[in-house]
C-alpha cells in the first residue's frame, strides 16, 4: 500500500527559530509531486508548496523550503523565521498514481506550535 | 475567483437521517475531490469527478453514500441513513487537469456529527 509516514505528531519551536518537519513516503512511480499542506485550527487547508520530483533543485516558497532527498523518499518541510501564524497541522501529500485520478494520500500530520 | 466554497459548515443529526452537502469548486476547474478527515487524521479519499463523469470511487464510499456533480459544476454528497461513525470533516477540492502538475484546493469542509 502507498503510504505516507511523518513521524512527529508534535512540534514546537520559538518564534523567529526555523524548524523542519520530516516526511517519508512509498511510491514505485519515477515521476510524482510531493504537496505539504497546511491546516489552521478551524480553518481551510492550503498548500504551503509543491515539489516536482523530476526536479533536482528543492522547492523555496518564501519562509518555507523543502529537503527533497528522492532516492530516500524522504520530504522535508523547513519553515525559517517562525512566526505565530505558522501553528497549525501539517500534512504531506502525494499522488500514488499519475496520469489518473491524482488522488492525494496525505500523512497523519504534525501539529505545529509557535511559542512566542 | 472565490475559492472553494462549501455549505453547510456544519451539520448535527440524529442517527438515521440522510444529509446532504454541496461543494462549489473554482469556476474553471475540471476535476473535484471528496475527502474524509477524522480527527487526529490526515484527509481520505471518498471519489472525484472529471466534469460530470464521477470515475473513481474509494472503497470508504459505502453504498449510503452518494455523490453527483449533474452539469460539471458544483456537487453534491449525500450520506443516507446516518451512523455515527460517519462523523467527521467533509472536505471538498478542486483542480484543473490540463495534462501538466495538478494542485488541489480545497474548501473549510462541512463538518458533520451524528448524534
Known amino acids: 500500500a502507498q503510504t505516507v509516514t511523518q513521524s512527529q505528531p508534535e512540534m514546537s519551536v520559538q518564534e523567529a527559530e526555523t524548524v523542519t518537519l520530516s516526511c517519508t513516503y512509498d511510491t514505485s512511480e519515477s515521476d510524482y509531486y510531493l504537496f505539504w499542506y497546511k491546516q489552521p485550527p478551524s480553518r481551510q487547508m492550503i498548500l504551503v508548496i509543491r515539489?516536482?520530483?523530476?526536479?533536482?533543485q528543492n522547492a523555496t516558497e518564501n519562509r518555507f523550503s523543502v529537503n527533497f532527498q528522492k532516492a530516500a523518499k524522504s520530504f522535508s518541510l523547513k519553515i525559517s523565521d517562525s512566526q505565530l501564524g505558522d501553528a497549525a497541522m501539517y500534512f504531506c501529500a502525494y499522488p500514488p498514481t499519475q496520469g489518473g485520478s491524482e488522488k492525494l494520500v496525505f500523512g497523519k500530520g504534525t501539529k505545529l506550535t509557535v511559542n512566542p | 475567483d472565490t475559492g472553494v466554497s462549501q455549505n453547510p459548515r456544519h451539520k448535527i443529526t440524529k442517527r438515521g437521517q440522510n444529509v446532504t452537502f454541496r461543494c462549489d469548486p473554482i469556476s474553471e476547474h475540471n476535476r473535484l475531490y471528496w475527502y474524509r478527515q477524522t480527527l487526529g487524521q490526515g484527509p481520505e479519499f471518498l471519489t472525484y469527478f472529471q466534469n460530470e463523469a464521477q470515475l473513481e470511487k474509494s472503497r470508504l464510499l459505502s453504498d449510503r453514500f452518494s455523490a453527483e456533480r449533474p452539469k460539471g459544476s458544483f456537487s453534491t454528497l449525500e450520506i443516507q441513513r446516518t451512523e455515527q461513525g460517519d462523523s467527521a470533516m467533509y472536505l471538498c477540492?478542486?483542480?484543473?487537469?490540463?495534462?501538466?502538475?495538478?494542485?488541489?484546493?480545497f474548501g473549510p469542509g462541512t463538518r458533520l456529527l451524528v448524534l
Open positions: 515539489q516536482e520530483a523530476y526536479k533536482q
Open positions: 477540492a478542486s483542480s484543473l487537469n490540463s495534462g501538466g502538475a495538478e494542485t488541489q484546493y
